[in-house]
């Protein structure tokens, strides 16, 4: 079975700098997808950004953009120029690449809180 | 509705009672997806439906939980006789067919509380 680790309960970072949130996974599949979500105190899951195990490169979205190291199976998130909006619960989570495959593994999750 | 509508937004029920707790996903989105969210933790999957069967019911935890999603439209998770560890946040999630590639989409979440 996948699993996905978030190795940090919380992080914090000062406005418009850079911070970076790690998460590691396991699996034997060659392909799958990787998600970073956001859960602000409104409860409700928000999609960051999404990778495809077979693109190299790296996925960005705006501020966001991640370090997808697939043999290190690493897939860490940076956000740049860190606002007030972005302070939020951080989930990372997997899917697996086969076509019937629908359930999302999450991590354990980040707590960011962005100091003005 | 524009997002994926669920409720009650919260519930507090004493143990040993039944809730049902419903989910109307986006307008066209096939595939239907709940999760519990326990206190600190991460989402554990549950049961998806795409249409109205199931093709995967493999995370409902024991026989008191069970979904039904009738018309394609609307889903309801019902937990029988609750239990104190049933207390959570359940959220629901649709996307426009099931698949991996495919980016779900969730609710607020239901948070319920058994006395």
């Known amino acids: 079975a996948q699993t996905v680790t978030q190795s940090q309960p919380e992080m914090s970072v000062q406005e418009a700098e850079t911070v970076t949130l790690s998460c590691t996974y396991d699996t034997s599949e060659s392909d799958y997808y990787l998600f970073w979500y956001k859960q602000p105190p409104s409860r409700q899951m928000i999609l960051v950004i999404r990778q495809e195990a077979y693109k190299q490169q790296n996925a960005t979205e705006n501020r966001f953009s991640v370090n997808f190291q697939k043999a290190a199976k690493s897939f860490s998130l940076k956000i740049s120029d860190s606002q007030l909006g972005d302070a939020a619960m951080y989930f990372c989570?997997?899917?697996?690449?086969?076509?019937?495959?629908?359930?999302?593994?999450f991590g354990e999750g980040t707590q960011l809180t962005v100091n003005p | 509705g524009a997002g994926v509508s669920q409720s009650p937004s919260n519930k507090v029920t004493e143990k040993g009672k039944d809730v049902e707790l419903r989910c109307d996903p986006i307008s066209g989105h096939t595939a239907l997806y709940w999760y519990r969210q326990s206190l600190g933790q991460g989402l554990e999957f549950l049961i998806y439906f795409q249409g109205n069967s199931a093709p995967d019911k493999s995370g409902l935890p024991s026989d008191r939980f069970s979904a039904e999603r009738t018309g394609g439209s609307v889903s309801t998770l019902t937990i029988q006789r609750t239990q104190q560890e049933d207390s959570a946040v359940y959220l629901c999630?649709?996307?426009?067919?099931?698949?991996?590639?495919?980016?779900?989409?969730f609710g607020d979440g239901t948070r319920l509380s058994i006395l």
């Open positions: 999630a649709s996307s426009l067919v099931a698949g991996s590639n495919q980016p779900q989409h």
């Open positions: 989570a997997y899917n697996t690449g086969e076509t019937s495959g629908s359930r999302l593994t």
